[in-house]
């Protein structure tokens, strides 16, 4: 706690108008706004996803799901910078897609669409990791009576299975939000660092520091530890209730 | 490694729902993880292995790659120790606050890797105000890693611990075993797979870590640049096939760790089931 705790008297040091000053310029503003929009976008598609890949792990035997489930864990494993760099030889100039989305004037890579794919990539694992257990421990049974009911297999889903996994998927949330916010490393590689541009709030913090100016770094610090310890608190929120 | 439920009788043949879950978790698979690790791979074999080789064996590669390794290892080994004392004193101990403890276990992973690393440097860099400067050395690159990686083996301890029947330790003390004894004898061999997961995960986090680092460890090559930020600055110069080449290495030390990590959870369940 020492550390977040000098971050916090660092940023308020001059008092409080030059940190609120730092935090309303518009680039952070700006970098503020393209967190919260890459969140709104990945966040989602890795609840939606991690639910849907939890029941093919939990109730599906087919080939190759030693592989798969290796392959959900690997963005927990790999280096963020590592998966900047697939995303750039993918969709970079000199990429696989690149003389295409050239064509067709896409941009990917330096731009936003990059920078919520390698987001959504590095928090893909954590609704997964969360559902996968609890799907295990509740069985089908339950399922099973609600199809010999009648119930449609969606009906099922909705009434008997997502009740049953809710607080886990809740937990999953806020791990994927956190990670999404605070992605660093990935999203360092793709962005092209465009102040005002395709800055998200990490990448303010750091060319913050790289041109010196320690108060409007710190400031925005203050604001992802903010969300940090917002995160801390849903975490315990969730978490006595895992497994419901 | 919470309770492990008996093997599930499955549905045979599955519903419709089961397979179209199946082909959309595929599908989205295959688009966000392997498309882009393909893409890796192809890049860093396209020029022939000797290029590869080459690109690998560079003086500044070998070199990053060599403290990135060695400080990981200082790492884990450190993280063994001072993670299964932190997961002791959590679960065994009642001291006041011991909430709140338990929450800022997680703050590392809670808090983005780069205000990490701007905090460690506020507190140890030139102007600290515990008065060390060990800003720009390797021990910096240590303490960075050392902050990102302390939840993993405390969180994967914890559990196992809570689970743990001290029926078994209090038999041994009253046949007169030394606390030592019990410990080496009973906690230990129970504790293992849990502090060997916790070791592999931290390890993997470890080499790949690049915002706490990137700040703090003032990225002198030879001295004090780590593989991803050496990978980052071949990017950044134009050198995307030896950012891929080194890349590659990190990739198989990471699948590697999973590896070991599913091993050892095909190892504890075995022994769950005799």
């Known amino acids: ?244 | 490694m919470a309770a492990r439920a008996e093997p599930l009788p499955r549905l045979s043949g599955g519903s419709p729902g089961a397979s179209i879950a199946q082909g959309l978790a595929t599908a989205y698979l295959s688009l966000i993880v392997i498309l882009p690790l393909a893409a890796i791979v192809w890049n860093a074999s396209s020029d022939g292995r000797s290029n590869l080789w080459n690109a690998v064996s560079e003086p500044q590669a070998v070199a990053a790659l060599k403290l990135t390794l060695g400080v990981s290892a200082a790492v884990c080994a450190i993280n063994a120790v001072m993670g299964t004392a932190i997961a002791w004193i959590l679960v065994r101990d009642r001291f006041p606050g011991q909430r709140a403890v338990n929450a800022i276990i997680d703050l590392p992973f809670a808090l983005p890797t780069i205000v990490a690393g701007l905090t460690l440097l506020a507190l140890y860099g030139p102007q600290g105000p515990v008065g060390v400067n060990v800003a720009f050395t390797r021990t910096a690159v240590l303490l960075a890693l050392l902050f990102v990686t302390l939840p993993f083996v405390i969180r994967t301890v914890q559990p196992v611990l809570l689970e743990l029947d001290r029926d078994m330790e209090e038999a041994a003390a009253s046949l007169g075993a030394h606390p030592l004894a019990i410990f080496r004898r009973i906690v230990f061999p129970n504790l293992l797979p849990a502090i060997l997961s916790g070791v592999a995960l931290a390890f993997a986090r470890a080499i790949g870590e690049f915002g706490a680092v990137v700040l703090i460890s003032g990225n002198l090559p030879f001295k004090t640049e780590v593989a991803s930020v050496y990978i980052f600055g071949r990017i950044e110069s134009g050198d995307p096939s030896s950012a891929a080449a080194v890349s590659v290495l990190l990739l198989a030390v990471s699948f590697g760790v999973l590896l070991v990590i599913g091993a050892v959870r095909r190892w504890t369940t075995r022994h769950d089931d005799s």
Not at chain 1, 12 to 37: C, I, K, M, N, Y
Not at chain 1, 45 to 55: H, K
Not at chain 1, 75 to 92: D, E, I, M, N, T
Not at chain 1, 173 to 193: I, N
Request: net charge neutral.
């Open chain 1, 1 to 244: 706690m020492a550390p977040v705790c000098l971050v916090f008297w660092r940023a308020f040091e001059h008092g409080v108008g030059p940190a609120w000053d730092a935090v309303t310029t518009p680039s952070a503003r700006h970098a503020f706004q393209v967190t919260l929009l890459i969140a709104a976008v990945a966040v989602p598609a890795n609840t939606v996803f991690g639910v849907i890949c939890a029941l093919a792990i939990v109730r599906r035997r087919f080939p190759g799901k030693g592989i798969v489930n290796a392959l959900v864990d690997l963005p927990l494993a790999l280096s963020p910078v590592v998966v900047g760099l697939a995303f750039l030889l993918l969709y970079g100039r000199q990429g696989w897609f690149g003389t295409w989305l050239d064509k067709h004037d896409i941009e990917i890579v330096f731009a936003l669409p990059g920078m919520i794919l390698v987001t959504i990539f590095v928090s893909l694992p954590f609704v997964v990791r969360e559902v996968v257990p609890v799907l295990r421990e509740i069985g089908t049974e339950q399922e099973q009576a609600a199809a010999t009911l009648g119930a449609s297999p969606f009906q099922t889903l909705r009434r008997v299975t997502f009740p049953a996994i809710r607080w886990a998927v809740g937990y999953g949330v806020v791990l994927t939000t956190a990670r999404a916010l605070g992605e660093f490393g990935a999203v360092s590689v793709v962005s092209g660092h465009i102040v005002g541009k395709t800055e998200t709030m990490t990448l303010h913090v750091e060319e913050r520091v790289q041109s010196f100016d320690y108060v409007g770094a710190y400031a925005a610090s203050v604001v992802l530890a903010l969300l940090a310890i917002a995160t801390l608190l849903a975490m315990s929120m969730f978490k006595p209730k895992e497994g419901v």
